[in-house]
């Protein structure tokens, strides 16, 4: 499995809290993702970064910021907890194997479940 | 940007039977077409993956074909058994780098 580990594992958080979830690779991949997971949605994208303090928006970014400082770390902030972002987050890592075939595949952390109350 | 629509949402079979999981695409310049299994409480894996100047690939039990005309993919896998139970996810990439996603199909595998 590549070296991605996420951080915390599960949190409760109550409604208005600030929340930090953290993404940590060691396998110097240039892009990193954060998805979030709900049944029936599938894993839709919140943020992503192609590298050191480039950062974009997916495409349900509302609430959540996110920052990289570091190759290795992708942060991801939600500034106000609502119950609506209740989920399981997934991180995720990818380096083009091939940049003339454009194409990439994309690793997974062990995802964080986050409970809003 | 892209969209990936992903059929059916669930699928029941018995063990032994085949299973078809269908997914159509938006975007003409996605050339990369990875499919992901997700099992219960664990991360999505890369399973099989096919890029756009190939119309099939197979890996043992599992095979995915591409039709780029018609923009859709599809993984078939034969023979199935109990522990190929999971959630499917296909997803498309334009180049970008960074892959759209279907909403995922669970699959379940009689005994």
């Known amino acids: 499995d590549a070296g991605i580990t996420q951080s915390p594992r599960h949190k409760v958080t109550e409604t208005g809290t600030p929340v930090t979830l953290r993404c940590h690779q060691t396998?110097?991949?240039?892009?990193m993702y954060w998805y979030r997971q709900d049944p029936g949605h599938g894993l839709r994208l919140i943020h992503y970064s192609y590298g050191v303090k480039d950062t974009d928006k997916g495409e349900v970014s509302d609430g959540y910021s996110v920052s990289r400082s570091k190759t290795e770390d992708f942060l991801l902030t939600l500034e106000s907890a609502t119950s609506s972002q209740t989920s399981v987050y997934f991180c995720?890592?990818?380096?083009?194997?091939?940049?003339?075939?454009?194409?990439?595949?994309?690793?997974f952390g062990q995802g964080t479940r986050l409970t809003v109350v | 940007g892209e969209n990936v629509e992903q059929h059916p949402s669930t699928l029941s079979v018995q063990e032994g039977d085949s299973a078809v999981i269908k997914c159509t695409y938006s975007d003409s310049a996605s050339n990369y077409f990875p499919w992901y299994k997700q099992e219960l409480g664990k991360r999505p894996q890369l399973i099989i993956d096919i890029r756009s100047n190939v119309g099939e690939k197979k890996d043992q039990r599992i095979a995915v074909t591409l039709n780029k005309t018609a923009k859709h993919f599809s993984l078939h896998i034969t023979e199935t058994q109990p522990e190929d139970s999971a959630v499917y996810f296909c997803?498309?990439?334009?180049?970008?780098?960074?892959?759209?996603f279907g909403r995922g199909t669970s699959l379940i595998v009689h005994p």
């Open positions: 995720a890592i990818s380096e083009s194997l091939d940049r003339d075939r454009g194409d990439t595949e994309a690793f």
């Open positions: 396998e110097n991949h240039r892009y």
């Open positions: 997803a498309a990439s334009d180049g970008s780098y960074i892959p759209t």
